[in-house]
């Protein structure tokens, strides 16, 4: 049975946040340009389907949605990757387990030598046909990310469902009970924390040791890092700003926040996120807005060349203040080392 996941209201409107200037405006401002530097990660979305609905999940994924990349479009992954050496692969979703394709994409990335990360939910492992799950995780030596909204039980069934929290402690559990998150031990185990309301995450290393601290202390849990990731004003968020009259507030408090020195270091210029189509974008949050790159670079797996997309100008909206704000937000959490 999938988790009872909260109720989600459908999005009244698929615009775009809006903003008080000009993302790029902003940057020219400070005498800057947002370009991809490299490509050292293909960031993999497999697919909508979850056995979660959270209420700050960008993806508007449920266990209702139907999306699920092929077996084909997989298999065109693993063939960029064998081709043109890419050392990660970050696998996400929905709950990317729940794909058919799953351990495969996983198996034959691996065999290449490619690092594997996965965007875990944690309850997930619940699910039928997901018992040897972390024995699979850790015979391929997978990186696993799993978000967990907070140490109480509380604030994180508010956010993601009743029941999801105690189900969340026991994964982590069991995880350590494999080896991930141990200190002196090669698996890796890293929590994301997203703050619960319209509002910047705190500095990642003052909640990290919160984290370690009650988590060890309340249930003998241990993990290797904790990422603090912005909300990013799109889709279920988006809805919820616009349902409780904060997305003027919220943009306004995202744009002041603006801090150049978090540019640099913006997931965007190193990393190529895929569709469950086998679509190119930017970003995750880009392919959520279904913001493509520009019509000169390659749009697919089927085009990709790593030639065009390194120095590419990548696609802004509203949404990347998001990614500015403060020490600044990304899949691997703060940009830049706060205080």
């Keep these: 049975m999938m988790s009872k996941a909260l109720p989600v209201v459908p999005e009244k409107t698929n615009a775009p946040p809006r903003a008080v200037i000009d993302f790029d405006e ?4 400070h005498g800057m340009e947002l370009r991809a530097s490299t490509v ?3 960031q993999v979305n497999v ?5 979660q609905a959270c209420k700050h999940c960008h993806v508007d994924a449920s266990p209702a949605r139907t999306e699920v990349m092929t077996r084909e479009t997989a298999e065109r992954v693993i063939s960029v990757l064998r081709r043109f050496g890419i050392p990660t692969l970050d696998i996400t979703g929905g709950a990317p387990e729940l794909n058919p394709s799953f351990r495969h994409l996983v198996r034959e990335t691996r065999a ?10 944690l309850t997930v492992m619940f699910e039928p046909g997901q018992d040897d799950l972390l024995k699979f995780f850790r ?3 997978v990186e696993v990310i ?6 109480l039980e509380q604030q994180t069934d508010a956010q993601r469902g009743h029941g999801v929290f105690q189900k969340s402690i026991e994964a982590l559990r069991r995880l350590n009970g494999v080896g991930y998150g141990i200190e002196g031990n090669n698996l890796r185990l890293n929590l994301v924390y997203n703050p619960a309301g319209a509002f910047l995450p705190p500095p990642q290393a003052s909640i990290e040791q919160d984290f370690r601290r009650e988590l060890q202390k309340r249930y003998g849990i241990t993990f290797n890092h904790l990422y603090t990731i912005t909300n990013m004003p799109i889709k279920r968020f988006l809805d919820y700003l616009r349902r409780s009259g904060n997305e003027d507030r919220y943009m306004r408090k995202l744009v002041e926040a603006f801090n150049p020195a978090t540019v ?8 190529v996120s895929v569709d469950w189509t086998g679509r190119l974008y930017d970003c995750d949050f880009n392919q959520m807005l279904e913001l493509p790159f520009a019509p000169e670079l390659p749009r697919s797996l089927a085009e990709y060349d790593p030639a065009k997309l390194s120095a590419r100008r990548i696609t802004t909206g509203a949404h990347c203040f998001g990614c500015t704000a403060g020490t600044g937000s990304s899949c691997g959490g703060a940009v830049v080392v706060s205080g």
């Design 26 to 29: 902003k940057l020219a401002a």
């Design 40 to 42: 050292d990660t293909l």
């Design 112 to 121: 290449l030598g490619t690092h594997v990360m996965v965007r875990h939910n």
């Design 47 to 51: 697919g909508k389907l979850c056995n």
């Design 139 to 141: 015979a391929n030596d």
């Design 264 to 271: 640099e270091g913006l997931m965007c210029r190193t990393l």
């Design 146 to 151: 799993s978000s967990l909204p907070y140490f």
